[in-house]
């Protein structure tokens, strides 16, 4: 991203440019400078079809902007000063509220459905859909990974495959794009989707896998589930730019 104030190429998922430490994209309407994409309006091949038909099936969806990457600790720091109330994540310094050093551009983690969700009301965003997530995942051709079918260990994204066992920045695996030009959609950390899980409704959707699972979880058509108040070392989230329709 580059900054607009003093043209430094900055990493994907910071709030404030590293060189003259202005904010790159926060507004009013977007106060924690979140990049978006559009995905436009139209049928898209998904997963819903498996169970009863045992095929990818046409679904559709509005247009609408997601989240270029997850949302990130430097992002996620713009809510918790605003909200001095509000605990920050089990790996942040409880006494400072602040993440660890070094961390800035790496997904939040250690975050509830529930805490998503208020991140989400206090900056005019919301989660996605589960068909708006599978979408901006995986495009409209079917595929296995958002970048296409082929996979080669610690190349494309952060599985356990990896060997990291941690958290990386958000925009570490340029190889591992989406057609529509989202990273980190497939490892690092899974996602909260505001859907409940169809097998259990007192769980939410999770997708996209993290570093914490295999590459499997980490395909474009499986689902997780997750109980709203539960914060593992492997969720975080990513928003959609939040708009009222008539």
Same mark, same amino acid.
């Given at each position: 991203?580059?900054?607009?104030?003093?043209?430094?190429q900055?990493?994907?998922?910071m /709030? =404030?440019? !590293?060189e003259?430490?202005?904010?790159?994209?926060?507004?009013?309407?977007?106060?924690?400078?979140?990049?978006?994409?559009?995905?436009?309006?139209? &049928?898209?091949?998904?997963?819903w079809g498996?169970?009863?038909?045992?095929?990818?099936?046409p679904?559709?969806? !509005? @247009?609408?902007q997601?989240?270029?990457?997850?949302?990130?600790?430097?992002?996620?720091?713009?809510?918790?000063?605003?909200?001095?109330?509000?605990?920050?994540?089990?790996?942040?310094?409880?006494?400072? !509220?602040a993440?660890? @050093?070094?961390?800035d551009?790496h997904?939040?983690?250690? /975050?509830s459905?529930?805490d998503?969700?208020?991140?989400?009301?206090?900056?005019?965003y =919301?989660?996605?859909?589960? @068909?708006?997530?599978?979408?901006a995942?995986?495009?409209? *051709?079917?595929?296995?990974?958002?970048?296409?079918?082929d996979?080669?260990?610690g190349?494309? @994204?952060n599985?356990?495959e990896?060997?990291?066992? *941690?958290?990386?920045?958000?925009?570490? %695996?340029p190889?591992g794009v989406?057609?529509y030009?989202?990273? *980190?959609?497939?490892?690092?950390?899974?996602?909260?989707?505001? &859907?409940r899980?169809?097998?259990?409704?007192?769980?939410?959707?999770?997708?996209?896998?993290?570093?914490?699972?295999s =590459?499997?979880?980490?395909?474009?058509? %499986?689902?997780?589930?997750?109980?709203? &108040?539960w914060a593992?070392?492997?969720?975080?989230?990513?928003?959609?730019?939040? %708009?009222?329709?008539?």
């Amino acid at each position: 991203m580059i900054c607009p104030h003093c043209n430094t190429q900055n990493q994907g998922g910071m /709030v =404030r440019c !590293r060189e003259c430490e202005k904010p790159m994209i926060a507004s009013d309407d977007n106060p924690a400078g979140i990049e978006f994409i559009s995905i436009p309006s139209g &049928e898209f091949l998904s997963c819903w079809g498996r169970e009863l038909f045992g095929k990818d099936m046409p679904s559709t969806t !509005r @247009a609408y902007q997601i989240g270029k990457y997850p949302v990130t600790n430097a992002q996620y720091k713009v809510f918790i000063d605003e909200n001095p109330s509000h605990p920050v994540p089990n790996y942040w310094n409880a006494d400072t !509220r602040a993440y660890p @050093a070094g961390k800035d551009n790496h997904p939040v983690c250690y /975050v509830s459905f529930n805490d998503a969700q208020n991140f989400c009301k206090w900056g005019g965003y =919301r989660l996605p859909t589960d @068909a708006e997530w599978e979408k901006a995942d995986r495009g409209t *051709d079917g595929r296995t990974f958002p970048w296409g079918e082929d996979w080669c260990d610690g190349v494309y @994204a952060n599985t356990e495959e990896a060997g990291i066992a *941690d958290t990386t920045p958000v925009d570490k %695996y340029p190889k591992g794009v989406s057609p529509y030009g989202l990273l *980190d959609m497939c490892g690092n950390i899974s996602e909260w989707c505001n &859907e409940r899980d169809r097998m259990n409704i007192t769980m939410k959707v999770v997708r996209g896998g993290s570093y914490t699972l295999s =590459r499997y979880p980490a395909e474009c058509v %499986y689902k997780g589930g997750d109980k709203p &108040e539960w914060a593992w070392s492997g969720n975080g989230f990513r928003c959609i730019k939040y %708009y009222k329709f008539n």
